[in-house]
């Protein structure tokens, strides 16, 4: 079972924001792999309070999970973290909160053992799709504005940790001198201070720049979705290693074709004449035209299955459908011979509703689409 997000922080339902960021910042500080360094359970904790923060700390996704608790977010899934947060995740959302004492804003740190490197936040952008472009995959040139290490600037190795980006702090307790290592607060865990720097960079050398990035967007992603391009988030400064691009999938609804997973839905309108005398046509699939043929007394409510002829799955395992929905247009407005006709006809045998088996209602056809 997993834990209540209030207790995980130490907090009540009536909490107020502040009182929230509070919590959090207690129990992210307390747990903080710099001062807990190779403790997984520490390390979980610190992810599992920096999960309860992110919900608790969104009005939405309280009143959420206030109302329907962990389940909320379990079903359905888009949106959320699909396999949790991450701690680069977590440096680069929550690094207002950490302030100067960790990492000086930066994205985190990266490497266990041996001299660690800061990593650079990373940058979050939205890309709108259209189902075309979800259909086949699509490369988009996105222009961001990344931080990079301006022109001209030099660094120089930290006099205070001797380039290691952490110190060792030495205090007397009751229990006897006690060692801990903690982030060095020249550089902010760089390693390296600035020597020289132009005018325009910022205090750690840096500069904002435009670069037009090329994101290769795979077949079949969803509304929600989040897609990493590594190392084109912001640059960290000195020789550490750049964050990335977290780019969050956003589909334009389609003017005619409703998408149901990997299957495709179309609503096809067809006239009486065309219904009762069967007639080829050309529909417009997710890939241009396609012919069908109506069979003679096809019926309203009918679906035409067009296999492969939906969405192509993200992992490469074929396509999804096309289900075409027949409707048959009953036409309102008849001059007097067209009325005559069907006025002769009202109690014509061959008039009458008489479904067979295979012509299933609208409804049993839903249930069985669904199971
Ligand atoms: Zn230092």
């Known amino acids: 079972m997993k834990k209540d997000f209030y207790e995980i922080l130490g907090i009540t339902k009536s909490a107020t924001a502040e009182e929230i960021k509070k919590a959090y910042r207690k129990k992210a500080i307390e747990f903080h792999p710099d001062k807990n360094p190779g403790d997984k359970q520490a390390e979980e904790n610190f992810k599992v309070a920096a999960e309860s923060y992110e919900m608790l700390s969104d009005p939405q996704k309280k009143a959420k999970y206030d109302q329907y608790g962990h389940q909320a977010f379990e079903s359905g899934g888009y949106g959320g973290h699909p396999g949790g947060m991450n701690m680069d995740d977590i440096f680069s959302q929550f690094g207002d909160i950490f302030g100067s004492t960790f990492g000086g804003g930066f994205g985190g740190f990266n490497g266990g053992g041996g001299q660690r490197r800061v990593k650079g936040s990373n940058l979050r952008i939205k890309v709108k ?54 982030t060095c ?28 990035v090329s994101i290769k967007i795979p077949a079949g992603v969803v509304d929600g979705m989040q897609l990493k391009v590594s190392n084109k988030g912001n640059d960290a400064p000195g020789n550490g290693i750049p964050g990335d691009l977290i780019v969050a999938i956003e589909e334009i609804e389609h003017q005619y074709l409703k998408r149901e997973g990997e299957n495709l839905h179309l609503d096809l309108y067809i006239s009486i004449s065309e219904a009762v005398l069967g007639v080829s046509k050309d529909i417009e699939a997710i890939n241009g035209k396609v012919r069908i ?79």
């Open 185 to 212: 607060p020249a550089c902010g865990g760089a390693g390296q201070t600035i020597e020289t720097k132009p005018k325009e960079a910022d205090a750690h050398g840096m500069i904002l720049e435009d670069e037009t």
């Open 293 to 371: 043929k109506l069979e003679e007394g096809i019926q309203s409510g009918k679906i035409l299955r067009l296999k492969g002829k939906g969405i192509t799955n993200l992992n490469g395992y074929g396509s999804g459908d096309l289900l075409v929905h027949i409707n048959v247009w009953t036409p309102k407005e008849l001059n007097k011979e067209q009325k005559e006709f069907f006025e002769k006809n009202l109690t014509n045998e061959n008039f009458t509703p008489n479904p067979e088996q295979s012509d299933k209602s609208f409804f049993e056809k839903v249930k069985d689409m669904f199971s």
């Open 129 to 182: 799709l259209t189902l075309e472009e979800i259909a086949n995959g699509v490369e988009k040139k996105i222009k961001v504005k990344r931080k990079v290490q301006a022109k001209g600037v030099k660094y120089k190795t930290c006099q205070t940790c001797n380039g290691q980006g952490q110190v060792m702090r030495v205090t007397n307790t009751i229990l006897g001198r006690m060692q801990s290592a903690s």
